[in-house]
C-alpha cells in the first residue's frame, strides 16, 4: 500500500479510535455517521469487486479433494480457485489479530503445519474483545490482515473490508453460504466461517451426572425421549437438585442461565434481522419468557455465580466450543462427571435454535496481505486439519459438538451480542437494567420492558446508521 494510502488509512482509524473510546460521544455523534468508509476509496488497486470476488458456478469443488471443472490449484490439503495460486504468496507474512494465542489452544500444530507447507508466515497478534485494540494497532501504522471477530459486531464493521479481498472460492462446500448471506452489506459479505468449525460456538446444557444421579430426577436425554425436554423440564431437574440433602450442602440447583436460555428461543434486546437491528422487547415471548425466568430466582433454586467446575451445580447451560474441550472451562473437572445434551425448548412441540457469541472471521481495512490471509483461513478453520479426538473430553462429547454445530445456521441462530465490545459502547444506552430483569420481581417485567422500549428503538437506529456508514450503504 503506498504513502498517501497509508495516510488515508492512519486517519480512518483515529477517527474510529475517538469515535469508538469515549463516554463524552453522544447518541447524536454516532447518529450523524462520526465513522464513514467507503472501502473503494483506500482498496482501489485490490480487486474486490463482486465480479471477481464472487464466483458464479464454473470452478468449483465437489467435496473431499475431488475436483470438477475449470482452473484449480492445489496445494496442501485444499483445492483454489477463483484464479488463486498459493504458490504466489510463499514467502508472505499473514498478521492475524487473534483472542487466544495458538500455543494456548489446538491451532498451534495446524498453523506450523500451514507455514511449512505454504511458505506463509503467520504472526500472531492478542487482543482483546474489543475493535478499539485493532483501530489503536491501524492508527500506530501497524498491519493487521485477518481478526477474529468475537462478540464484537457490529462494532467490528468500522475495522473491516468486504471479505471478498481475500478472493475466497465461496463456492467451495467448506463455507457456510448463511454466514456470507447474514454479513452481506451493499451487496458484498464481510465475514466468514467453514461448516464443522472446531471454533464455532452454540451454547448447549451441561449437567453433572452425579447429583443428578443423588437427587433421583430425570435427565435432560431422559425428558427428550418422552418429548418433554422443556424449560420446565430443565427447571424440575434444578429444583431436584437443590433440594439435596437439605439446606447447608452448598449445592445449588443451577446458577444464572438468563442469557442462552432466552437466546435459544429468540428473545434478545436487539434482534438482527433482514440486515437490520430490531427492538426485541416488543416480542411477546420475550416478556413471558422473562417473567418465568424472574419467577424461577424468587423461588430460590437460581444461585449467583457458582462455576461448574467446583461440582455444586446441578444443571446449568454453557458454550460448547469452551464447556467440553480438554482446554476449556472445565479443563480441571472430572469429565466423567459432565453430561451434556442440546437446549431444551421452551415448550413442548416447539424447538430451540442456537445462540452465542458471534464468532466469525474477516480481512481488516489495510490489510498488506488479504489473499495470503484467505489461504490460511481456509486450512486454519478446516476441522479436519485438527486432532479433534484429543480436543474434546470425550469422544462423545467430540461427536455432539459437530453434529450439533453441523445442524446450526444463521437462519435459526441468534446471536447474542455483548454491551461493553458489540453494542453498549456504540449507542450509550445502559442494558444493564435488561440483564437484570430476571432478578427483579416477576410482576414487574413488563413494566421494565416498557420503561426500556424507547431506548431501545433509539439504540437500533444507531447500531443501523452505523452499520450503514461503515459499508457505503446509504439510508
Known sequence: MNTSKRIIALLLALVLVFSLAGCSNTEDDYSE?????QYNTIYEDVETSS??????????????????????????????TNGVNPEDYRGKTVVFATTI?????????VIDKFEKDYGITVKEILVGDNVNEIA??????????????????????????????AKLDMTDPIWDQSVFKYTTFGGEPYLCNTI??????????????????????????????????????????????????????????????????????????????DGKFVN???????????????????????????????????????????????????ANYNWNDIGFYYMP??????????TAMLKLWGICRGADEPVAAGIFLRQYLDSSNYNTKDAFISDEAATFFFSM??????????????????????????????????????????????????????????????????TGIRE
Not at 464466483?55 to 485444499?78: K, L, R, V
Not at 449445592?251 to 428461543?265: F, K, P, Q, T, W
Open 136 to 165: 489503536g494497532l491501524l492508527a500506530a501504522g501497524t498491519n493487521v490482515d485477518v481478526m477474529r471477530v468475537n462478540s464484537d459486531f457490529p462494532a467490528a464493521m468500522a475495522v473491516l473490508q468486504p471479505i471478498t479481498a
Open 196 to 273: 464443522s468449525n472446531i471454533w464455532t460456538e452454540n451454547a448447549c446444557v451441561i449437567y453433572s451426572k452425579n447429583l443428578l444421579q443423588r437427587a433421583n430426577c430425570y435427565t435432560p436425554e431422559q425428558y427428550d425421549k418422552e418429548g418433554k425436554w422443556t424449560w420446565d423440564a430443565f427447571a424440575a431437574i434444578a429444583r431436584a437438585v437443590d433440594s439435596i440433602d437439605g439446606m447447608g450442602t452448598g449445592i445449588r440447583g443451577c446458577h444464572d442461565v438468563a442469557n442462552y436460555l432466552l437466546g435459544s428461543i429468540g428473545c434478545v434486546l436487539y434482534k438482527y434481522e
Open 33 to 37: 455517521g462520526s465513522v464513514i468508509y
Open 280 to 330: 426485541g422487547l416488543n416480542d411477546p415471548l420475550h416478556r413471558e419468557a422473562m417473567t418465568k425466568l424472574a419467577t424461577w430466582n424468587k423461588e430460590g433454586f437460581v444461585s449467583g455465580w457458582i462455576p461448574f467446575p467446583e461440582g455444586r451445580v446441578g444443571i446449568t447451560t454453557g458454550l460448547a466450543g469452551w464447556s467440553l474441550k480438554k482446554n476449556g472451562s472445565n
Open 101 to 109: 494465542l495458538s500455543e494456548a489452544d489446538e491451532s498451534g500444530p
Open 345 to 354: 425448548a421452551y415448550k413442548e412441540g416447539m424447538k430451540a435454535g442456537g
Open 51 to 80: 465480479g471477481d470476488g464472487t464466483q458464479q458456478g464454473g470452478n468449483t469443488q465437489q467435496g473431499g479433494n475431488t475436483q470438477q471443472g475449470g482452473n484449480t490449484t492445489q496445494s496442501g490439503n485444499a483445492i483454489y
Open 405 to 470: 454445530t453441523d445442524n446450526i445456521g444463521m437462519d435459526n441462530f441468534t446471536p447474542l451480542y455483548t454491551k461493553e465490545d458489540s453494542t453498549e459502547k456504540l449507542t450509550g444506552f445502559d442494558e444493564q437494567p435488561w440483564e437484570e430483569c430476571n432478578y427483579g420481581d416477576p410482576s414487574q417485567v413488563n413494566v421494565t420492558f416498557d420503561k426500556l422500549s424507547d431506548g431501545v428503538d433509539r439504540a437500533c437506529d444507531v447500531m443501523n446508521k452505523f452499520v450503514a456508514k461503515n
